[in-house]
Structure formats: structure tokens, C-alpha cells
């Protein structure tokens, strides 16, 4: 270990960005050589199938200011985010961003400088983003959606990429969630918050990691973990099913005995069938969005497993 702790780390979660990485890495190098306070780089491989992981190791031994994190298999973006987290040296705080280089390294003295005016949580808010109409659309739908069910006030527009206090990530890695939404947890802690809006650019090369399938898992993460509303809107389905039943019977018997009126009851039996089953399908969807968070939570594993681990030049387990 260096004698001198540094001051601010980088975290960086990296996974098949072998095309990126001599940016990244050359990017970096600058600013702590012009930096006047002492950094870090963490670099998490999420189970790499390219060439990341050698490049990374080779940075690792090559430079101590790199410090580097193999984990055993792919997690994911979020547990690769917070096995940095839990190894971050920084005694003062934590620069989270991704290693696509869509968030700028440089931006670093902007962060540090609302996080020494007292703030321990400063947080990028993304202005422009340059990619594809269809994700812009989505991204901006799910933020506005999520900030009006949410029981907190998870800022819009708002990712990873941010500063956090040496305290907040102490927080953060006391908390076990198996299903995590940093963004959101990172605003569940309190304390003193405040955003830098900031143009998101385009991947330096190579294709996002993020599938569909993938945003769409963190978005209902965000959504079950920090909202009752799919619950309470299920319930409210019920209550208005039921309601409208009773209406429906009613009229049915007003017809029948006022009216003398004949009621086909083939078409009224399905409709009802149909609108039954489907809220109750969907009310088993969602208890069953819960209860497989608490199954999967209930196992206490580890979020993460670190197969190898280089600071200071060396292999940890040497």
C-alpha cells in the first residue's frame, strides 16, 4: 500500500471496453499528474470477454495509482459499482462515472468544488444526451414517471455519475440490498445534495453494454424499491373492478325486472371472465416482483465475489 492515502478515488465500472480503455487510462493519467490533490483510480472488470481484463491488470502493475478489481463473473453494472465502492480508498469522497467516457474525467475540480462548499453528494444532471431517439425518449418518460410515484425526490435526469462524501459511501456499503438503484439510494441517505447540469456525449467507440433488457430491470428496480405505487395501483384496479361488477349486476337486474329486458349472457360472461383474470394476473405480477426481491434478499450472498485484486502495484492475496 502507498504510504499516503489518496484523497479522492475514481470508480470506475468497466465490462468488454477493451476499445475505450487507453483513453480512459490516458485521460486519467492527466488529471492525476495535474491534479493538486491526491487520486485514485478503481477500475471494476464486471467479467470482461475481451481483452479488458489484461489491459487492466498490466495498468494496475504498470501504475500504482491504479487500483483494480477482477470480479469472478459479470454482476452487473450496479454490483460492479459497488464492489468499487466498498474498496475505494478516497478519505474524502468518491467520483463515480462510466468507463464508455460518455461522463467526463475532467469534470472532477467542478464536483470537488461543490463537494468543499459543504455538499456531500453532488450529482450530474444530464442536459443533452447524444444517443438515439427512441432511449432519449424512454430515459426521459421513466425519470418523470419514477419522480411522481417515488417516496423519495430522486432528482430528474440524474445517473451515476457523481461526487460522494467519504460518509455517504460508508452509508452506501452498510446497505445490503441485493436489487440496487445507487441513484436512488444515494438520494434515500440525505444529507446535503445538489446537481451540475452537464451535455452526456457520445461512447468514445464501441457499443453500450446496457441491453434493453438490462435498462428495463434497473428501471423496475428503481420503481419496486423506492415506490409503493404498484401495489397501491393494483389495489385500486381491484377496488374499481369490483365496483363496476356491482354496477353492471345491478343494471342487469333493473333491465330484468323494469324492463323485461332479455340479457345475453355469453358476452357478459366473458367480458367479465377476461377482466377478472387479467387484474388478477397482474396483481400476481407485481406481488410477485416483491416477494422475488425478498427471496432473493432472504439468501444473504454476497452482491459480489473479487477473484483478483491489484493496488499499490501488487496482488493483494501475494
Not at 22 to 30: E, F, G
Not at 39 to 54: F, K
Request: aromatic share 12%; hydrophobic share 45%.
Amino acid at each position: 500500500m502507498p504510504n499516503s492515502t489518496p484523497q479522492v478515488s475514481f470508480v470506475i465500472p468497466v465490462y468488454n471496453e477493451e476499445s475505450n480503455l487507453s483513453m480512459l487510462a490516458d485521460r486519467l493519467v492527466k488529471i492525476m499528474d495535474q491534479s493538486p490533490i491526491t487520486l485514485e483510480a478503481v477500475l471494476i472488470d464486471d467479467g470482461s470477454r475481451d481483452n479488458s481484463r489484461t489491459m487492466l491488470q498490466q495498468l494496475a502493475l504498470s501504475d500504482p495509482r491504479f487500483h483494480v478489481v477482477l470480479l469472478s463473473r459479470n454482476h452487473g453494472h450496479q454490483l460492479a459499482l459497488t464492489a468499487g465502492l466498498s474498496v475505494a480508498r478516497g478519505s474524502e469522497g468518491v467520483f463515480v462515472l462510466d468507463g464508455d467516457l460518455q461522463d467526463p474525467p475532467e469534470l472532477l475540480d467542478t464536483f470537488y468544488a461543490k463537494f468543499k462548499e459543504g455538499y456531500d453528494v453532488v450529482y450530474a444532471v444530464r442536459e443533452k444526451r447524444k444517443e438515439v431517439f427512441y432511449k432519449r425518449f424512454a430515459y426521459f418518460i421513466f425519470y418523470r414517471i419514477l419522480k411522481k410515484i417515488a417516496n423519495i425526490d430522486i432528482p430528474l435526469d440524474s445517473g451515476d455519475f457523481s461526487f460522494i462524501s467519504r460518509r455517504v459511501v460508508n452509508v452506501l456499503n452498510k446497505m445490503p440490498e441485493e436489487s440496487r438503484f445507487i441513484r436512488g439510494m444515494r438520494t434515500w441517505i440525505g444529507f446535503k445534495q445538489i446537481g451540475i447540469a452537464y451535455d452526456r456525449q457520445e461512447r468514445a467507440s464501441g457499443d453500450s453494454k446496457y441491453s434493453f433488457s438490462k435498462l428495463v430491470q434497473l428501471a423496475l428496480n428503481g420503481i419496486y424499491n423506492f415506490s409503493e405505487f404498484p401495489i397501491k395501483f393494483v389495489t385500486s384496479l381491484g377496488g374499481f373492478a369490483i365496483v363496476s361488477s356491482v354496477i353492471y349486476l345491478i343494471s342487469v337486474i333493473v333491465k330484468k325486472l323494469f324492463f323485461d329486458q332479455v340479457i345475453e349472457g355469453f358476452t357478459a360472461l366473458l367480458f367479465v371472465i377476461i377482466l377478472f383474470g387479467g387484474i388478477q394476473l397482474m396483481a400476481i405480477g407485481v406481488l410477485g416482483e416483491y416477494i422475488l426481491r425478498i427471496f432473493f434478499q432472504s439468501k444473504s450472498r454476497p452482491n459480489f465475489i473479487i477473484e483478483k485484486e491489484i493496488c499499490a502495484g501488487k496482488y493483494l492475496d501475494e
